[in-house]
């Protein structure tokens, strides 16, 4: 070719399929099982760079600092490190399933965590009405009418098996 030299062109096929792939290298010396092993290789390496881009938004960080443009790029390819392992270990159909799970379980951690906050601030709450959450015994806690009516509440939340309105403590849910 001209402009680039001498070529080797291979085409191959799957077993079964009637599209053809031709794969064009430099290095004349090449046999096929090696290209196909090259190729291979940069095949996956492609593959990779457009998982990252659209699963982890490489590339999509706006920061005019270069140490942020940097970190962010080392935190998209741990990422992408980790969930490939994953993905290897746990025998996943493709990335983007992986990535789903694991984005629906991360979700799941940050509910849980701002439940965890709720439920200590509620409960610190009851201990200051009762006199100082410092000041009383769990005992006294767990046997107090703020107590019950926070396990009434709650148990309305969870189950959803009555229609908001008076309960039997004359408070009113919202």
Known sequence: MKNVGDIKIFFSRYHGCKKWVAI???????DYIEAVKAYSIRWNIEIGFKEMKQLLGLGKYHANDFSAQIAHTSCVFIAHALLADCKFNENHKSMGTLFEKFQEEY???????K????????????????????YISIDEFLNSVEYEIFKDLLNRSITLGSVFGISKYNVEYE
């Open 107 to 113: 979700t799941n951690l940050l509910t849980m965590d």
């Open 115 to 134: 439940l965890f906050i709720l439920f200590e601030y509620i409960l610190t709450t009851i201990g200051e009405q009762l006199g100082g959450i410092k």
């Open 24 to 30: 064009l290298t430099t290095k004349t010396d090449l």
